[in-house]
């Protein structure tokens, strides 16, 4: 599906009256690298392209890193040997398997009364209202602090390779526990946010993958995603698929 809507309140001053949206179905993590790093760098080069929204998921899983994260700390022949690519992403942060999730993507050209703060909160509200509808839950609510997150990384070595170990402030909790993961990249410009929408398990078989031999730390992180993260699924009781989500994200940041 590619085709132009009406923008919804939350963002329509911040992106205006028109919204890009596509959805690109499963696709390879080369694929969706690629297609996002693209829209980044035409938008930067047109201040009339229209903004664009990209949901999208993974055939076959794999893994992204961040933008400075150091490759080293993944184990890319254990990937290998599960069919498992090893992307870099566009943003930061750290690791994330793409496993059973829906992934969003939203490129656009940034106004000058506007912060990245104002565009992270206003995206997550959009993200939040389809959630809302899609499980009939209001668990879902919105990390409101930020976390000290180098006490994190000094304190857990472990947890500190795994983007869903933490929330950032303004990410979507559930049961206190991280949804939905969502990084930005500003480019002349321009941001690309993209995110994670944790639907079914899969996320946590990143303790397979990260580079240690360590079982005291392998059972840490084990840990640490289990109590940090929490699926659709899990929220919900019933199974939750890419399908199931589509139609109700597309209206929430068009409606």
């Not at 995110?195 to 840990?223: A, N, Y």
Request: contains cysteine.
């Amino acid at each position: 599906m590619n085709s132009i809507y009406e923008t919804c309140s939350e963002l329509r001053p911040m992106i205006g009256s028109k919204i890009h949206v596509v959805d690109s179905g499963f696709l390879t993590g080369q694929e969706n690298m690629k297609l996002d790093q693209q829209q980044l760098h035409k938008a930067a080069k047109d201040e009339h392209i229209i903004p664009q929204i990209r949901f999208y998921g993974w055939k076959p899983w794999a893994v992204s890193i961040g933008a400075n994260q150091n490759i080293e700390s993944i184990n890319v022949d254990e990937c290998a040997k599960r069919n498992i690519a090893v992307v870099r992403r566009p943003t930061g942060g750290r690791a994330v398997l793409h496993a059973n999730e829906i992934t969003y993507c939203l490129v656009t050209r940034i106004r000058p009364t506007f912060t990245i703060h104002n565009y992270y909160f206003a995206i997550h509200q959009c993200i939040l209202r389809a959630l809302d509808s899609i499980i009939g839950n209001s668990a879902i609510t919105y990390q409101k602090s930020q976390p000290h997150f180098r006490e994190l990384y000094q304190n857990t070595k472990s947890g500190s390779v795994a983007c869903f170990a933490a929330s950032a402030r303004y990410e979507l909790l559930a049961n206190g526990k991280k949804i939905v993961g969502s990084a930005q990249r500003v480019y002349e410009n321009t941001l690309l946010q993209h995110g994670s929408i944790l639907l079914g398990d899969g996320h946590e078989k990143i303790v397979d993958l990260v580079s240690t031999t360590s079982f005291e730390e392998k059972k840490q992180l084990q840990k640490i995603l289990s109590t940090h993260a929490i699926t659709l699924t899990e929220l919900s009781k019933v199974p939750i698929s890419y399908q199931d989500c589509i139609q109700p994200l597309i209206h929430s940041f068009t409606s």
